[in-house]
């Protein structure tokens, strides 16, 4: 596998995977904050690691803005193509200060859908991310499942750990999918947290 996303871009939306990861992570995200039933409207939203934007495509319709960020150019050039309507598809990395005066600020929901177990410093990314929620906004998060610290992806235990450092309250951590994989079941977590 390429260490560059930009290599997948061109792909990535005609795998059936990754369409059904996002309906999946969507669901689950609507069971818990109820986005399809109305009073998002004007509610600010932050997708961090967005990709092509299937996630933030189905979160446009109900909020009023979706910012869109990817530090894959060709992802990101991808999903601008598509011309969504409410979602602003911006090429940043905002772990590094950069988007400051794109109003990346003042989110009512923070994204992060299978990109945090890729980060160098968990911690303290969502830390970073929760200083960017509105009081009560939340923080919301799938990567794939690790039974120990030693396995690709991040543990129950890690993503409990790091929402707590954040500051960050409410902390729920569960599995709540799997994905099949190589004739095996991929579980895939979901941690949410508010901000105080």
Same mark, same amino acid.
């Given at each position: 596998?390429s260490s560059?996303?930009?290599?997948?871009?061109?792909g990535?939306d005609g795998? @059936?995977d !990754?369409?059904?990861?996002?309906?999946?992570a969507?669901? *689950?995200?609507?069971a818990? $904050? %109820?986005?399809?039933?109305?009073g998002?409207?004007?509610?600010?939203?932050?997708?961090?690691?967005c990709g092509t934007?299937?996630?933030?495509?189905?979160?446009?319709?109900?909020?009023?803005?979706v910012a869109?960020v990817?530090?894959?150019e060709?992802m990101?050039a991808?999903?601008?193509g598509?011309?969504?309507?409410?979602?602003?598809?911006l090429?940043?990395?905002?772990?590094?200060?950069?988007?400051?005066?794109e109003?990346?600020?003042g989110f009512d929901?923070?994204?992060? @859908?299978? !990109?945090?177990?890729?980060?160098?410093?968990?911690?303290? *990314?969502?830390?970073?991310? $929760? %200083?960017?929620?509105?009081?009560?906004?939340?923080?919301v998060?799938?990567d794939?499942?690790a039974?120990?610290?030693?396995?690709?992806?991040?543990?129950?235990?890690q993503?409990?750990?790091?929402?707590?450092?954040?500051?960050l309250?409410g902390i729920?951590?569960?599995?709540v999918?799997?994905?099949?994989?190589?004739?095996?079941?991929?579980?895939?977590?979901?941690?949410?947290?508010?901000?105080?």
């Amino acid at each position: 596998m390429s260490s560059d996303w930009n290599d997948y871009a061109d792909g990535w939306d005609g795998n @059936s995977d !990754v369409r059904l990861y996002a309906d999946r992570a969507f669901a *689950a995200l609507d069971a818990y $904050a %109820g986005i399809t039933g109305g009073g998002w409207q004007d509610k600010r939203v932050l997708d961090f690691g967005c990709g092509t934007g299937l996630l933030s495509g189905k979160l446009a319709p109900h909020v009023q803005e979706v910012a869109a960020v990817d530090t894959s150019e060709r992802m990101i050039a991808v999903l601008a193509g598509k011309a969504l309507p409410n979602v602003r598809a911006l090429h940043t990395d905002i772990l590094d200060g950069n988007g400051a005066g794109e109003g990346l600020t003042g989110f009512d929901l923070i994204c992060a @859908s299978s !990109v945090c177990s890729f980060l160098p410093d968990y911690p303290g *990314a969502v830390a970073q991310l $929760a %200083g960017l929620l509105n009081s009560g906004g939340m923080f919301v998060q799938w990567d794939w499942l690790a039974r120990d610290a030693g396995a690709s992806g991040l543990t129950l235990q890690q993503v409990r750990e790091g929402l707590h450092l954040a500051g960050l309250g409410g902390i729920r951590v569960e599995q709540v999918f799997d994905m099949g994989g190589g004739g095996q079941a991929m579980p895939v977590l979901m941690g949410t947290a508010s901000r105080k």
